[in-house]
């Protein structure tokens, strides 16, 4: 505090040092009332005016004001752990793609038509199995001399495929499940079981009522040598496996298989569709500490609204496998036809077509500015958030460069999870796929460059959860348009508008095409509308 003093009368002032943003919202008048009452000569002094000249007071009324006005300047968030929550979970992984760091509140377009959802019809989940189905239920879940082992192979989602027809067979069969064995996965090197990806507990106790499963062989059955069967046709019929499995097994005891991907007829009697659908949407539920951490990041992506998430398959053995040119240089394109020339066991599409008749087939995955035009033409805002599931792509994060250059923000699990979050799974490809996977299924628009097994299993996921927006690619027909550079962009954008009006996850009858997978089509076996009865049973 400072004293001045004057030539006529001492007279004491108080000075404080006050942020400059204060003075400046306080005029200089009102600064010199607070600071000296004007003098009255014919009435006594009040009480306001004594308590104008208290120093004090004049303090405490400058602060008073001074947080007032700090209280209308500062900014503050509804959730108060989220700013440094999320400061620190988007720091890594590609955070170079953000022109904006995810902390700094964006306003994204919540409003536009690109969020609308499908109408889904009334169609609800619907698994109300026959008289028949339940009678014969009491019988198969006693027996104990028949069991049936499995030996499942490829990725997690691959691998799931597998485990929704082993069930399937073990009630064609009349028999009891052991879990089944999941064989390590050559590519990766991940040894996970399947408790380390599935909650068995659960598997267990939703499959009950139709098929028993138990942990392991009995001991009654340890010393019989399970016959092997390595000669499955593909989409083998419950006809062909009862003639061909049931002696056998009620023989032996015990019935080996391995490699059911596609063996497992896609037209089943009704009772097994549903009982496909409730191994899949039912009792397939992730471990624990997986549906944990992929909740946490579900929450994390949708803080600010809603989100896009996108499978891309832009991997090289993804090129090597489809026939395809990932069309980024000459060099990479070499690379990849000299790898398929020298293992051609790997290509999985029809050898006898050029790449150029594959890319127009919609035989090809869509490249990162294929991706990023489709969604531009679907009405996307440029403010979508989205969430990008898959392998690092060929030619590194600068691939995507066209997709996030439009869509700037852009983010993985890495980029969400805090430090130390995906420690425990880092060097569990299965596991990682299935965080991929919840994230993307409760996602608000869906959609997968180039279909898949996960791709296939969330559409149908989704569609079960009520027909929830996924956008399915029409790449036989659209991408002529894409390779037309003299086409406007509005003429363009309209035209594939028009090709995606029916692509975009409404309801769809399985019946309608054969050898449709349930699982990818649940109606009718699976769902049913308003004017007919639904099932007890609720999606969780």
Same mark, same amino acid.
């Given at each position: 505090?400072?004293?001045?003093?004057?030539?006529?009368?001492?007279?004491? #002032?108080?000075?404080?040092? $006050?942020?400059?943003?204060? *003075?400046?919202? !306080?005029?200089? @008048? /009102? &600064?010199?009332?607070?600071?000296?009452?004007?003098?009255?000569?014919?009435?006594?002094?009040s009480?306001?005016?004594?308590?104008?000249?208290?120093?004090?007071?004049?303090?405490?009324?400058?602060f008073?004001?001074?947080?007032?006005?700090m209280?209308?300047?500062?900014?503050?968030?509804?959730?108060?752990?989220?700013?440094?929550?999320?400061?620190a979970?988007?720091?890594?992984?590609?955070?170079?793609?953000?022109?904006?760091?995810?902390?700094?509140?964006?306003?994204?377009?919540?409003?536009?038509?690109?969020?609308?959802?499908?109408?889904?019809?009334?169609?609800?989940?619907?698994?109300?199995?026959?008289?028949?189905?339940?009678?014969?239920?009491?019988?198969?879940?006693?027996?104990?001399?028949?069991?049936?082992?499995?030996?499942?192979s490829?990725?997690?989602?691959? #691998?799931?495929?597998?485990? $929704?027809?082993?069930?399937? *067979?073990?009630? !064609?069969?009349? @028999? /009891? &499940?052991?879990?089944?064995n999941?064989?390590?996965?050559?590519?990766?090197?991940?040894?996970?079981?399947?408790?380390?990806?599935?909650?068995?507990?659960?598997?267990?106790?939703?499959?009950?009522?139709?098929?028993?499963?138990?942990?392991?062989?009995?001991?009654?059955?340890?010393?019989?040598r399970?016959?092997?069967?390595?000669?499955?046709?593909?989409?083998?019929?419950?006809?062909?496996?009862?003639?061909?499995?049931?002696?056998?097994?009620?023989?032996?005891?015990?019935?080996?298989?391995?490699?059911?991907?596609s063996?497992?007829?896609?037209?089943?009697?009704?009772?097994?569709?549903?009982?496909r659908?409730?191994?899949?949407?039912?009792?397939?539920?992730?471990?624990?500490?997986?549906?944990?951490?992929?909740?946490?990041?579900?929450?994390?992506?949708?803080?600010?609204?809603?989100?896009?998430?996108?499978?891309?398959?832009?991997?090289?053995?993804?090129?090597?496998?489809?026939?395809?040119?990932?069309?980024?240089?000459?060099?990479?394109?070499?690379?990849?036809?000299?790898?398929?020339?020298?293992?051609?066991e790997?290509?999985?599409?029809?050898?006898?077509?050029?790449?150029?008749?594959?890319?127009?087939?919609?035989?090809?995955?869509?490249?990162?500015?294929?991706?990023?035009?489709?969604?531009?033409?679907?009405?996307?805002?440029?403010?979508t958030?989205?969430?990008?599931?898959?392998?690092?792509?060929?030619?590194?994060?600068?691939?995507?460069?066209?997709?996030?250059?439009?869509?700037?923000?852009?983010?993985?699990?890495?980029?969400?999870?805090?430090?130390?979050?995906?420690?425990?799974?880092?060097?569990?490809?299965?596991?990682?796929?299935?965080?991929?996977?919840?994230?993307?299924?409760?996602?608000?628009?869906?959609?997968?460059?180039?279909?898949?097994?996960?791709?296939?299993?969330?559409?149908?996921?989704?569609?079960?959860?009520?027909?929830?927006?996924?956008?399915?690619?029409?790449?036989?027909?659209?991408?002529?348009?894409?390779?037309?550079?003299?086409?406007?962009?509005?003429?363009?954008?309209?035209?594939?508008?028009?090709?995606?009006?029916?692509?975009?996850?409404?309801?769809?009858?399985?019946?309608?095409?054969?050898?449709?997978?349930?699982?990818?089509?649940?109606?009718?076996?699976?769902?049913?509308?308003?004017?007919?009865?639904?099932?007890?049973?609720?999606?969780?």
């Amino acid at each position: 505090m400072a004293v001045s003093k004057s030539n006529k009368k001492k007279h004491h #002032q108080s000075y404080i040092s $006050v942020p400059s943003q204060i *003075i400046n919202s !306080i005029s200089q @008048a /009102s &600064l010199e009332s607070l600071l000296h009452s004007p003098k009255k000569k014919q009435s006594p002094p009040s009480k306001i005016t004594v308590l104008l000249k208290n120093p004090r007071f004049s303090i405490f009324l400058i602060f008073v004001l001074g947080f007032l006005y700090m209280l209308f300047k500062m900014p503050f968030s509804q959730n108060p752990c989220s700013i440094s929550q999320e400061k620190a979970g988007f720091s890594t992984g590609f955070s170079s793609f953000r022109s904006n760091s995810i902390e700094k509140a964006a306003v994204f377009d919540e409003k536009s038509e690109f969020w609308v959802q499908p109408d889904g019809l009334g169609y609800r989940p619907c698994l109300d199995f026959s008289e028949k189905y339940r009678t014969e239920s009491l019988e198969i879940v006693k027996d104990r001399t028949k069991y049936l082992l499995v030996v499942v192979s490829g990725g997690m989602n691959q #691998q799931r495929n597998q485990i $929704v027809d082993a069930v399937v *067979i073990a009630r !064609i069969l009349g @028999a /009891s &499940l052991v879990v089944p064995n999941l064989q390590v996965n050559v590519i990766w090197g991940d040894e996970s079981e399947f408790s380390d990806i599935f909650d068995l507990d659960h598997f267990k106790k939703v499959l009950a009522d139709d098929v028993r499963v138990v942990s392991s062989l009995p001991s009654t059955h340890l010393m019989t040598r399970p016959v092997e069967e390595k000669r499955t046709p593909l989409h083998a019929s419950p006809e062909w496996i009862r003639s061909r499995y049931i002696r056998r097994i009620r023989r032996d005891g015990v019935l080996l298989l391995r490699g059911l991907d596609s063996r497992l007829s896609k037209d089943l009697p009704s009772d097994l569709q549903k009982l496909r659908c409730k191994v899949a949407f039912h009792a397939l539920r992730f471990a624990p500490h997986i549906s944990e951490l992929g909740t946490k990041l579900t929450e994390r992506m949708r803080s600010k609204g809603p989100y896009v998430a996108l499978h891309l398959r832009m991997e090289k053995d993804v090129w090597v496998r489809t026939g395809c040119l990932p069309g980024l240089s000459p060099n990479y394109d070499e690379m990849i036809n000299n790898e398929r020339k020298s293992r051609p066991e790997l290509l999985t599409s029809r050898s006898n077509m050029t790449y150029h008749q594959r890319k127009l087939a919609g035989l090809c995955p869509l490249n990162a500015l294929e991706v990023a035009r489709l969604l531009k033409a679907l009405g996307a805002p440029k403010t979508t958030r989205i969430y990008w599931a898959g392998g690092v792509p060929l030619g590194g994060k600068e691939t995507l460069t066209p997709l996030t250059s439009e869509f700037p923000h852009f983010y993985n699990k890495e980029d969400l999870a805090l430090p130390g979050e995906l420690e425990p799974f880092s060097k569990k490809a299965s596991l990682m796929a299935a965080i991929d996977y919840i994230v993307s299924e409760r996602s608000d628009v869906f959609m997968a460059s180039h279909g898949g097994n996960m791709g296939h299993a969330i559409q149908g996921q989704r569609a079960y959860a009520g027909h929830k927006k996924t956008i399915i690619p029409n790449k036989r027909q659209m991408l002529s348009y894409f390779m037309d550079t003299s086409l406007p962009e509005s003429e363009f954008n309209k035209i594939i508008v028009d090709l995606h009006r029916d692509s975009l996850g409404k309801p769809e009858l399985r019946t309608s095409k054969n050898g449709r997978d349930v699982t990818k089509y649940p109606i009718p076996e699976c769902m049913c509308n308003n004017t007919v009865a639904r099932s007890s049973i609720e999606v969780k």
